[in-house]
């Protein structure tokens, strides 16, 4: 009987914490930090290994800038997502391509701090503290759930350090992420 008001009271302590990080991720308004990523692809040999920036902007700007292994960039800014490898350049709503708004909203969200955004489309986990602190998303939608696994983010205060992309096919992600001051 005890165990069901330690249980409320974690779980309360919990939801306080995550608060706390969103409301700072919140304040945050610029950012940017080196990146450096590998994916597994079923239909790779080896594990596709790329680095670059990360540029954020409050509230909806998201820039990824690959350098290596070869300069590509993928730009979100107000819901349109523009891909620019070499001299082609391809735009898309992502509103038309409900298969990729969670995965890059995920991210968005988390970095304007936006807890309510983030439980519209996912199962939420928190644990940890502010100064480590790991976020557990999982699609609601069982139609994007065939698909996405779960993303993982895990940070300290303000900043997220790394982000892990497990698709329900085996392939996966995992993004490690340094803020330059």
Do not use: C, N
């Not at 969103?22 to 590998?38: D, I, K, P, V």
């Not at 594990?47 to 993928?74: F, M, N, W």
């Not at 936006?114 to 557990?136: K, N």
Request: hydrophobic share 40%; proline share 5%.
């Amino acid at each position: 009987m005890l165990l069901v008001p330690a249980i409320a009271a974690a779980q309360a302590l919990a939801d306080d914490t995550l608060d706390s990080v969103m409301s700072m991720l919140a304040q945050r308004h610029h950012g940017e930090a080196a990146f450096t990523e590998e994916k597994t692809l079923s239909v790779m040999r080896q594990p596709l290994k790329s680095s670059g920036l990360l540029i954020y902007d409050a509230p909806d700007h998201l820039e990824q800038r690959t350098l290596l292994p070869r300069a590509q960039s993928v730009v979100l800014d107000r819901g349109i997502l523009s891909m620019h490898i070499g001299a082609h350049v391809r735009t898309l709503r992502l509103s038309d391509y409900p298969q990729l708004a969670p995965l890059i909203d995920s991210i968005r969200a988390t970095l304007a701090g936006e807890r309510a955004s983030l439980e519209r489309v996912f199962e939420l986990g928190f644990t940890g503290s502010i100064e480590h602190w790991q976020l557990h998303l999982v699609p609601r939608d069982p139609q994007m759930r065939a698909s996405l696994q779960q993303i993982d983010l895990e940070g300290q205060r303000d900043a997220v350090s790394e982000v892990r992309v497990q698709q329900r096919d085996g392939d996966h992600s995992l993004m490690h992420i340094t803020p330059r001051e």
